[in-house]
């Protein structure tokens, strides 16, 4: 397949309908992955010309396709395959990929048809009208990070020769550290803990992101954790204290906010003076830190960019 094509993917309830290039359904037309309706809030002011704008707002995001079967052999099964996948009930994830460039959008059937045939035997045509209450493309990774991490400086197994290892003393005894190369030697680092609390993120989406930061309590307990975004002054701070093996997850995606600690709604617990910040486009400098016991933390943070259109 050459870049210069379209080719989407439609995921629904374990179900997938390909279409474009290689594929049984060949695209004839399709219009919304560019860009999606903006709504522009304005006041009139009595002693001034024009309008102020007082907010924008880019409106849910509305795909229309049309495909058409290549082949009429199987009209019947596809068919029935067409009226089971479009099943208004449960969302779908559309992929799309246009010109090597792929996102991908979550999306509701808002309405579907076959196009009107002459006859049983010309080949099937589809026209789908999907919404996306989300507008925004998504990049397809998921971008993330340990801020805390634990760099490894040695492999197991560590072979020591059983016959070296008396000698191997008396060498450290005599201070002869060349020999033990290879045999047991007296504090190895077998690894280092990374105590830098600050990380640098890159959006390079169109708008402002959400992130989800998973903080775990890896070697201990945890009092009030809380990671900071410098380039805004904004943080998420949690009072609570953490024990060791618990994990505390929050995501601060203005369509699904959660705090949840070892999978149960805290939200309650947020700080009050804390605020769901979002990545700004571009460079973001996050820290992390807690009251108590921060060296204890693993954190991880997960992130998409997001894009007006593919």
């Not at 007082?54 to 495909?67: M, N, S, T, V």
């Not at 060498?171 to 077998?190: I, P, Q, S, V």
């Given at each position: 397949?050459?870049?210069?094509?379209l080719k989407?993917?439609?995921e629904?309830?374990?179900?997938?309908?390909?279409?474009?290039p290689?594929?049984?359904?060949?695209?004839t037309?399709?219009t919304?992955?560019?860009s999606?309706?903006l709504?522009?809030?304005?006041?009139?002011?009595?002693?001034?010309?024009g309008?102020?704008?007082?907010?924008k707002?880019?409106k849910?995001?509305p795909?229309?396709?049309?495909?058409r079967?290549?082949?009429n052999?199987?009209?019947?099964?596809?068919?029935?395959?067409?009226?089971?996948f479009f099943?208004?009930?449960?969302?779908?994830k559309?992929?799309?990929t246009?010109m090597?460039v792929?996102?991908?959008i979550e999306?509701?059937?808002e309405?579907w048809t076959f196009q009107?045939q002459?006859?049983?035997?010309e080949?099937l045509?589809?026209?789908?009208d999907?919404i996306?209450?989300?507008?925004?493309?998504l990049?397809v990774?998921?971008?993330?990070?340990?801020?805390?991490?634990?760099?490894?400086l040695?492999?197991f197994?560590?072979?020591?020769s059983g016959?070296?290892?008396?000698?191997a003393?008396d060498a450290?005894d005599a201070?002869?550290?060349h020999?033990?190369?290879?045999?047991?030697?007296k504090g190895?680092t077998m690894s280092h803990?990374t105590f830098?609390?600050?990380?640098?993120l890159y959006?390079?989406?169109?708008?402002?992101?959400?992130?989800?930061?998973?903080f775990?309590a890896?070697?201990?307990p945890v009092t009030?954790p809380k990671?900071?975004?410098?380039m805004?002054?904004?943080?998420?701070r949690?009072?609570?204290?953490?024990n060791?093996?618990d994990e505390?997850?929050i995501?601060?995606?203005p369509?699904h906010?959660?705090?949840?600690l070892n999978?149960v709604?805290?939200?309650h617990?947020?700080?009050r003076?804390?605020?769901p910040f979002?990545?700004v486009v571009g460079d973001?400098?996050?820290?992390?830190d807690?009251d108590?016991n921060y060296?204890?933390m693993?954190?991880y943070?997960?992130y998409?960019p997001?894009y007006?259109?593919?």
């Amino acid at each position: 397949m050459t870049h210069n094509t379209l080719k989407i993917v439609l995921e629904c309830n374990g179900m997938q309908l390909a279409m474009g290039p290689g594929e049984a359904l060949d695209i004839t037309a399709v219009t919304g992955l560019e860009s999606s309706e903006l709504e522009i809030s304005t006041s009139q002011n009595a002693l001034v010309d024009g309008e102020t704008v007082d907010g924008k707002k880019i409106k849910a995001r509305p795909i229309h396709i049309e495909a058409r079967f290549r082949s009429n052999a199987e009209n019947a099964a596809n068919r029935a395959r067409i009226i089971k996948f479009f099943n208004p009930k449960y969302t779908g994830k559309a992929l799309i990929t246009m010109m090597g460039v792929s996102r991908n959008i979550e999306y509701e059937i808002e309405g579907w048809t076959f196009q009107k045939q002459v006859n049983m035997d010309e080949n099937l045509k589809i026209l789908v009208d999907l919404i996306c209450p989300d507008p925004y493309m998504l990049n397809v990774d998921n971008f993330g990070r340990n801020m805390a991490n634990v760099t490894p400086l040695f492999a197991f197994p560590w072979r020591v020769s059983g016959s070296n290892q008396v000698a191997a003393y008396d060498a450290l005894d005599a201070g002869n550290e060349h020999f033990l190369r290879g045999c047991a030697l007296k504090g190895h680092t077998m690894s280092h803990k990374t105590f830098r609390n600050d990380v640098l993120l890159y959006n390079d989406g169109d708008v402002e992101t959400g992130v989800q930061i998973r903080f775990k309590a890896a070697r201990g307990p945890v009092t009030n954790p809380k990671v900071t975004n410098t380039m805004t002054g904004e943080y998420m701070r949690v009072l609570l204290t953490m024990n060791e093996g618990d994990e505390l997850v929050i995501d601060t995606d203005p369509h699904h906010q959660i705090i949840e600690l070892n999978g149960v709604n805290t939200y309650h617990k947020i700080d009050r003076l804390s605020s769901p910040f979002l990545l700004v486009v571009g460079d973001n400098y996050l820290v992390y830190d807690a009251d108590e016991n921060y060296t204890n933390m693993d954190v991880y943070l997960y992130y998409r960019p997001k894009y007006l259109g593919v």
